[in-house]
């Protein structure tokens, strides 16, 4: 394998896990996935969702600070399923640990309350089996063992020292260890009697049949949950799925509303018909709006339900995330305020490198938030976001793009999705039908002139109401302007090259892009010598009308 195992490579890979810390929060979420598609599932006497979610941890691992935050949210959650095992060899990339990592580990996942298992001899296979059996015994709690192991155990010369960590051993010191390790065997020769100890396709075959046997009783018992568990297990939606509908009747509608506040409206509608929609936010679910009229809590006790509060967690959040999805059942859907995606971000990344349907609610998306400061202001967020390959970013500019980007996203099976939100009230735009249909495109004529026009005004969110408002003015004063909102650029630039001409001609230079985020990625649309009105700086604390304002957000400026 490579030396990080990547997702989709290769069979019994079930994660990517290069980042320390991630594959222990991917564990999490899987262990978390299992409980609550059992509690949703399972029937007295038709257990068809039990299983264990096995993980193995080191020092790096544990240092990582999202360790902390998952496994308090596992402790919390009882996840007894759950069983970790801690490659405790006292040893990272620059040496011994005792320097830089003195943590009573056993205490320290007491504390979270986990049921621990100290001083386990790593290299004794009877000793780990008891340690085994010990944590199966806690069904409330998850398990720790810590496994007491030698880095490089069997290298006479090297055992116990750093450069065992990703250094190939040599030939002299590999023949060594073959002495003391008494492996006399050719290279990649395994002897019969130990290929067939470890051969499980037999003992598989038998645990797989007697699984379907169970199936086909539960299925027997309650046909419409079974088909409903296979059908979520696939990944499939439901085929009376909604979510194209919602488009229309927001456009019908003409609602003025905040995007968070229309993205709530698509999870009321959408949500009754989604089971697998299992939500959460990092403490942040009043003002992201993602806790929907039939969401119900998961807890300890009862985990039945469809709505996790992950805390202020929110690297723990986005790699918990991609267990679920990865575990299967369930399209997860997280939220915080766009700028904290910062905390989140390699988890994000790492829900594009693997491919998994995981969906973002990143509100609060501009200095529009207002009198928190620049600290909470998101400026050069979107442009990371759009530049992530196999992640697709929304910023709709009324509840119209909204659902168009719901629907998007849920329809999106092979990666992430972030929609971009805002606090404030959008105006709701006008369109024909045409128009709706080209939403999902990425990219669409939202207004447009009498012949070739002599500006292109582009813009996404909040600002493509600043742009109507400014064409208005402009052709007012009889110039030929075009209003193109842009709410994914990444779905804009998969378009075929004709329809991407139609939007964008290249005769018309004049172009003038409008975002309240950072300027640079901009000039990809309105060229060298187009202009962008955007953020070249933090934000200020202040009323949201003013700051705008303040920054150049006015008609007049862009006039």
Request: charged share 20%.
């Amino acid at each position: 394998t490579p030396g990080h195992p990547e997702f989709g490579y290769a069979p019994g890979i079930e994660t990517t896990t290069g980042p320390l810390g991630q594959g222990l929060a991917n564990a999490v979420g899987m262990a978390l996935a299992e409980k609550t598609l059992a509690a949703q599932f399972n029937r007295p006497g038709h257990a068809i969702v039990d299983h264990h979610t096995w993980c193995f941890v080191g020092d790096g691992c544990l240092m990582e600070g999202i360790s902390h935050e998952v496994a308090s949210l596992a402790g919390t959650q009882g996840l007894g399923k759950l069983v970790v095992f801690y490659d405790d060899n006292g040893i990272s990339i620059d040496g011994e640990v005792e320097g830089w990592f003195t943590d009573d580990t056993a205490q320290r996942f007491a504390a979270y309350g986990w049921h621990v298992v100290p001083s386990v001899d790593g290299h004794k296979p009877e000793e780990i089996q008891a340690a085994i059996e010990l944590a199966k015994q806690h069904d409330d709690k998850p398990s720790l063992i810590l496994c007491q192991t030698v880095i490089g155990f069997g290298a006479p010369n090297k055992q116990g020292k750093e450069e065992c960590h990703g250094a190939a051993l040599g030939e002299d010191e590999v023949a060594a260890a073959r002495v003391r390790l008494d492996w006399p065997h050719a290279p990649f020769h395994i002897p019969e009697p130990i290929y067939q100890g470890w051969d499980a396709r037999e003992a598989g075959q038998t645990r797989q049949a007697d699984w379907q046997a169970r199936f086909a009783r539960y299925a027997e018992a309650y046909p419409a949950e079974a088909r409903e568990f296979q059908r979520r297990l696939k990944g499939e939606l439901p085929v009376d799925l909604t979510s194209e509908a919602l488009i229309e009747q927001a456009q019908a509608q003409g609602e003025s509303v905040a995007s968070r506040k229309a993205s709530l409206a698509c999870l009321n509608a959408l949500g009754p018909q989604l089971p697998e929609l299992l939500g959460g936010s990092a403490d942040l679910a009043p003002s992201n709006l993602t806790f929907w009229n039939g969401a119900k809590a998961i807890a300890k006790d009862d985990a039945g339900g469809n709505y996790l509060h992950y805390g202020v967690r929110e690297f723990g959040m986005g790699a918990i995330m991609n267990g679920i999805a990865l575990h299967g059942g369930f399209v997860p859907y997280g939220a915080t305020f766009l700028i904290f995606m910062e905390y989140m971000r390699n988890a994000v990344r790492m829900a594009a490198l693997i491919g998994t349907r995981a969906i973002y609610v990143f509100t609060h998306d501009s200095i529009g938030l207002g009198e928190d400061g620049p600290t909470h202001q998101p400026i050069e967020q979107l442009t990371a976001l759009r530049a992530t390959p196999n992640l697709a970013t929304w910023r709709p500019c009324d509840a119209v793009e909204t659902a168009a980007a719901w629907n998007a996203a849920l329809k999106r099976q092979a990666g992430p999705t972030a929609l971009v939100l805002s606090r404030q009230t959008l105006p709701h735009q006008a369109r024909t039908k045409q128009q709706l249909a080209e939403i999902q495109r990425g990219g669409y004529v939202l207004r447009d002139s009498e012949g070739t026009p002599e500006l292109i005004l582009i813009a996404t969110g909040a600002e493509v109401g600043l742009a109507m408002d400014a064409a208005a003015e402009l052709e007012q004063a009889g110039r030929a302007v075009r209003v193109v909102s842009m709410p994914s650029t990444n779905r804009f630039d998969a378009q075929d090259a004709e329809y991407r001409e139609r939007v964008l001609p290249r005769a018309v230079s004049a172009r003038l892009a409008i975002e309240a985020g950072h300027v640079d990625a901009w000039y990809k649309y309105v060229g060298l010598d187009g202009r962008v009105v955007g953020m070249t700086s933090y934000g200020e604390s202040g009323k949201a009308g003013d700051l705008f304002k303040h920054f150049g957000f006015t008609v007049d400026n862009v006039v």
